[in-house]
């Protein structure tokens, strides 16, 4: 079992970038899961946004419309997460998670992004 | 997309009462289901995979049956940290998505 902590900004402007990071402790990038995303609007259900191997394969959910770029750095054994043109729908709690054989299951805390002027 | 359909939306039971929730996919997902519980202001937490294997740390009272597109999570005589929310999610297609969660409740 790994250890998951995002970070990044609270806020968002409209039109602008949400980029967040995971740090992972308690086990390598380079292992076998694949590291992933899943959002929780506020007061709502849990949505997947993407995941990437160690190696950058990715994948994405087709309703974010390709503003998704993921990405792994295995020397900081962080991966991150860049969500583009965000707009106030991108509001929500933000996990990293790992994904091993399509279930989630190491979760971080969660970190809450706002999108607003 | 697979659309993953939870019910009922919410569940009222009494401790150590039994509850089962019932997750139904649009399309064939085979074994590929999993289950979360969510506490407030937690991250969701890994139950159940593959329907029926319940991961590392999980009391025996939660099992999974199904196949297919209907799956069933039964609580047996529930406790007060079973009081929770409830998401499946399946895994055999991309993208993964979630079914819309049952809350258990007294």
């Known amino acids: 079992q790994v250890q998951l902590e995002e970070s990044g900004p609270g806020l968002v402007k409209p039109a602008g970038t949400l980029s967040l990071i995971c740090t992972v402790s308690?086990?390598?990038?380079?292992?076998?899961?694949?590291w992933g995303w899943v959002r929780q609007p506020p007061g709502t259900g849990l949505e997947w946004v993407g995941q990437?191997?160690?190696?950058?394969?990715?994948n994405d959910n087709p309703s974010l419309k390709s503003r998704v770029m993921m990405s792994v750095d295995k020397s900081m054994n962080q991966f991150f997460l860049n969500l583009a043109s965000v707009t106030a729908a991108d509001t929500a709690v933000y996990y990293c998670?790992?994904?091993?054989?399509?279930?989630?299951?190491?979760w971080g805390q969660g970190t809450p992004v706002i999108v607003s002027s | 997309e697979i659309v993953m359909t939870q019910s009922p939306d919410s569940l009222s039971v009494s401790p150590g009462e039994g509850a089962t929730l019932s997750c139904k996919s649009s399309?064939?997902?085979?074994?590929?289901l999993a289950w979360y519980q969510q506490k407030p202001g937690q991250a969701p937490r890994l139950l159940m995979y593959?329907?029926?294997t319940r991961a590392p740390g999980v009391p025996g009272r939660f099992s999974g049956s199904g196949s297919g597109t209907e799956f069933t999570l039964t609580i047996s005589s529930l406790q007060s940290e079973d009081f929770a929310l409830y998401y499946c999610?399946?895994?055999?297609?991309?993208?993964?998505?979630f079914g819309q969660g049952i809350k258990v409740e007294i």
């Open positions: 998670v790992t994904s091993l054989y399509g279930r989630f299951e190491d």
């Open positions: 308690g086990g390598s990038i380079s292992s076998s899961y694949w």
């Open positions: 990437i191997s160690h190696s950058g394969t990715a």
């Open positions: 399309q064939y997902i085979g074994s590929n």
């Open positions: 593959g329907v029926s």
């Open positions: 999610q399946q895994y055999n297609d991309w993208p993964r998505t």
